[in-house]
């Protein structure tokens, strides 16, 4: 079986679909390769991720890696949410076939855009090296 079981579950019923209208911080990236988009908006308060809602237009795994990922983040302080890798994100789904990899860093990179757009809203100084590009394989996109 290709997909694990955690996979088709989140794949089959994700969690936290949609969009906060009101949300203090929208992150979007995309993959050039193969279009796939991804957004995510953010409810925050007093430094902690009170809601997480995506939109997904791309694969199966980027869809399963972003649930996965917004019911990780949920509830949590920003500072944790910004080491979510894409690796933890593939652990927590019990794994992704190799070539789906680089789904998962779809759902890492919005996140840390969503936050670093609520900094900026907000005039809140960062540290840039918490968001640098980082150093996972990009590219790839054999569906
Ligand atoms: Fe493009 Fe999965 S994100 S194929």
Redesign the pocket.
Known sequence: MLYSEVVMDHFMNPRNVGTIADADGVGEVG?AK?G?IMRIYLKIKNDVIEDVKFETF??G??IASSSMATEMIKGKPLSQALTLTNKAVAEALDGLPAH?L??SV?AEEAIKNAIKNYYDKNGIEYNEEQFKESAHEHGH?D?
Do not use: E, F, M, Q
Request: glycine share 8%; aromatic share 0%.
């Open positions: 993959n193969c796939d791309g694969c795994s980027a789906k680089h789904c779809l996109c569906i």
